[in-house]
């Protein structure tokens, strides 16, 4: 990336009291770049994006954002739009009514909001009334508003803190529809999320555990580099714990996958007595973030 | 000033306000309500003093005066039976007219120093003071009819008393400018001091502390609403208190709209402060009642200001209350002199600034 | 341990953890009692004494002197010195002086002449009419003393055929009146406000349905609920009576148990109001004003607190009968100074079972048909 990057992140540490939530991370995001932060509850996540919103002062570390930083609050925030993880519309008030608040917020003239209310509402795929109070709109038309709302004034970049929690699969595909129309039209989107699956839309993505970033790369490189050795899944005969038995007879590393074993084979000759030994048919799998993600936080512990 | 912003915080923060039914009940309604029943409930003459007699039944003078109390209007008959005490004790009555045991009244009158005796139940010394003194006179003057000379006191002729702004010594006149300061206030404290807390409580302060503004635009959207709606009940309450109660507005409009505004206008911003210090609505809550309490014991509404200790009088100067009560007064009652006004305005103009600028300094648009 | 008495006790600990751990809750539960009590006992004070008066001598003689020096020689005024030419009346619309004392020229010389022309007019300022009330009440004596001073003479013997005995508060001790009462008011703040306020968050963030979504019974659930607070209002209530009783020497006539039984009574009507309140509301800031509309006011204003209920005109009095803290409050007092038994106050008693038992009725029929949000 030869031009400055949209999000750029040195040392920043966040601590609240004796906790420490985020602890010394370094990112950069290029411009038009769906950037995502996968982490568990509680990894630090969203303190982090509140911190890149300049919702919360960091303990240490340097932020800028679309060229600005929190010491020029308001050049910041003129340039981002914000999606909260917690529901940030007014429940009392109507669709219109949110927008038209949202717009003046934002100091946009009563037309402007407008015209841009209904392309956005358009473009989200809404399709309830707009004179409809919030808190009677079902979850995933919520996030259409809150997400039409977060993005009113055209912002830079966008971040969206776990914009698809709580809201059925078929909102969660459209969503993401959406957020690849927004990054088609040049801008950064940073999303955080705990769903793996989603962590694959994205252009790179950032492991976050206990507040620091454990990896950090394209998906499909986190995949490659994190598993040297190959990978299986299998059934197992019911009574066995896979996980004891690989480690004990040394041919690798097992994980509980719903029903199956996913299995990292260090030792294959191990391995293959193993599977005699129980009567395991396993067959090779394709890593996953998922699997990513236990192996490099299960490695932090 | 962004005025599309303010215009933004106007409609949003009134369209909240105003929806809810209750709401708009509790805004409107609510304060002419407990003016009325407040200006009318709280008397504090002293009547219906009930007085029981306790003396021979033939003892006809005795009578005499008793029914002169129950005429003079601050007494009303009460019946004990034999046992006085537990009619005081139980509240049956509140005073006792004894006569002389050894013979009656008429007999007694000349002999002793004393005849008559009154038994008071002096709970409530104050009330109990000012009854003795009515039945001081009551019995004196009887007597002296009665006997065809002066018992009583030598009246001062020489002495006038004119009473002024109130020369019927009507409550409600006295009371009824307070309770409009009490009302007003209990309303925009708690409106305000709530609106800030609860967008914190659900969330929505995040989507305020996003938008690129500053504290000042920001604490003047939320709070400037609300202004509007306190002064929206003032005329509710003016009308009140001249239709029920004909308290009369002997000095000009434009001081009342004026000593209104400010006074909205500091509730508002105390409120506002308060609601700095709170994380959530219910320590808001608490908040605005530990201040507004005691603000309203010291403002001069149901107590005199002026017998305050010196050592805390400090407390009654700082209190907003107190000043735009002494204006209420003022205003309506005296045609305060335009030094007093001026003064009094003042005194609460300084404490809305105090508060404004605490808010200012306070107010962090951060989460931390 | 009854199952139902052990889910209750447990909602009540949890309970009594939430307000342990939030401040300003303590703060009013119990920092309200110490401020009341401190307000009341030591800053209030009901005695109008060193009333101002502007003095306006135009006689300038050695007997209007003395006139004006008697007025003010006992606490009753406080005589303040004025310019001539100042118009008395202004005195008054500035809130100078409360009164204005005008000495006419001659009143030195007329001093025994029986013409009656009024040589001394007093203005009183009518607006605060009880003061003005006892003004006048003040003034009569002071005035007789004051033309003997005049005059020259000793001052007449009091002559008045009534002997007054003051009973139950000889000393006319105002602490004694008010701090009685001032229990009232505290519990009616912790039980109705406190309450209303809790509860109706309860409502709000949602935590409420969680708990009637298990297989709590709702009475235990609203036992578990109310119990720390009745708690509080207790504390309220001995803090009230150790002020009184060792820091302003009230005497307690009357009987612990029966002022216990009505303290009881009193706080679960206030914490039955109070729950009512927060069902009817849902919403904290609805709860709080209702709460102080209907609960705090009344047990300030309309209790018998401060203005008499005798002196209210006949609606209001009979409106009072269904407000809790007015009976309440004629038991207190009469428990305290009065020594009332059991067979004075049966009636006060009587209604406040009454009131109390319609308020926990009210409150248990809506929180039991109104579970749907």
Known sequence: MNETPSVLVKNLTIRFGAFTAVDDISFSVGKGEIFGFLGANGAGKTTTIRALCGLLTPSSGEISVAGATPLEPELLKARIGYMSQRFTLYPDLTVDENLAFAGALRKMTPGQAKKRSEELLDFTGFSFGRAKLVRELPGGARQQVALAAAVLHDPQVIFLDEPTAGVSAQAREQFWALIRRMAKQDKTVFVTTHYMDEAEECGRIALMSAGKIIALDSPANLEKTAFKNPLYETLAPEGVNLAQEAKLSGAGHAEPAGLKWRVEVSNPAAWEKLCADKKLLPHPAKPTLEDVFLKLVGAGK | ?368 | MSPKLRVAASIALKEARHILRDPLTLAMALGMPVILVTLFGFIIDFHYKNISVSLFDHDKTPASRSFARSLGAANYFRVLPSEDARNPEHTLADNASFAALIINPGFGRDLDNPEDKPAIQLLLDGSDNAKTGIAMGYFQKAAALGLSAARGQRPPPESTPLSTRFLFNHELNSRWFIIPGLTVVICGLIGILLTALTVAREWENGSMEMLLSTPARPGAIIAGKLAPYLLLGFCGVAFVYAAARLVFGVPFCGSHALYALSCVLFLLAATAQGLFISIVTRQQQLAMQFAIVSGLLPSLLLSGFVFPVASMPEFFRYFTFILPPRWFMEISRGIFLKGSGLADLWPQLLMQALLCAVLIKLALKKFKTDLEP
């Not at chain 2, 006038?160 to 009507?170: F, I, K």
């Not at chain 2, 001091?193 to 659900?202: C, G, H, S």
Request: aromatic content about 8%.
């Open chain 2, 1 to 368: 000033m962004s005025f599309i912003l303010l215009k933004g915080f106007f409609k949003k923060e009134l369209t909240q306000a105003l929806r809810d039914k209750r709401m708009r009940l509790l805004i409107f309604a609510l304060p002419a309500i407990q003016l009325t029943i407040f200006g009318f409930a709280l008397k504090t003459e002293v009547r219906n003093v009930r007085l029981a007699v306790q003396g021979r039944a033939d003892d006809a003078l005795l009578q005499r005066v008793a029914r002169r109390a129950y005429a003079s209007g601050y007494f009303v008959p009460a019946e004990t039976g034999a046992d006085w005490l537990a009619a005081l004790r139980s509240g049956k009555a509140e005073a006792v007219l004894a006569g002389p045991v050894n013979g009656t009244l008429a007999e007694r009158m000349d002999r002793d120093a004393a005849p008559l005796q009154l038994l008071l139940d002096a709970s409530n010394m104050q009330r109990a003071q000012q009854l003795e003194t009515y039945m001081a006179q009551i019995a004196a003057q009887e007597l002296a009819e009665y006997s065809g000379h002066g018992r009583a006191p030598p009246a001062p002729s020489k002495i006038s008393v004119r009473v002024l702004y109130n020369p019927a010594l009507d409550s409600a006149i006295f009371m009824v400018p307070a309770v409009m300061c009490l009302v007003l206030c209990v309303i925009t404290i708690i409106l305000t001091a709530m609106a800030l807390a609860r967008e914190k409580e659900i969330g929505t302060f995040e989507t305020i502390i996003s938008a690129p503004l500053s504290n000042t635009e920001i604490l003047s959207g939320k709070t400037l609403p609300y202004v509007l709606i306190g002064l929206a009940d003032v005329p509710i309450i003016l009308g009140v208190a001249e239709l029920l109660f004909r308290v009369p507005i002997r000095g000009p409009l434009w001081e009342l709209g004026a000593a209104s505004a400010v006074f909205v206008f500091t509730t508002v911003a105390i409120g506002t402060v308060i609601s700095t210090f709170a994380k959530n609505q219910q320590q808001a809550m608490m908040a605005s009642f530990l201040f507004m309490f005691p603000a309203i014991l010291l403002s001069g509404v149901m107590f005199p200001v002026e017998n305050i200790p010196d050592a805390f009088k400090i407390l009654a100067h700082i209190n907003p209350l107190k000043y735009f009560v002494t204006l209420l007064r003022g205003i309506m009652l005296k045609d305060m002199a335009l030094q007093s006004f001026v003064f009094n305005l003042s005194c609460m103009a300084a404490l809305s600034a105090a508060a404004v600028a605490m808010a200012v300094l306070r107010f962090r648009q951060k989460l931390n």
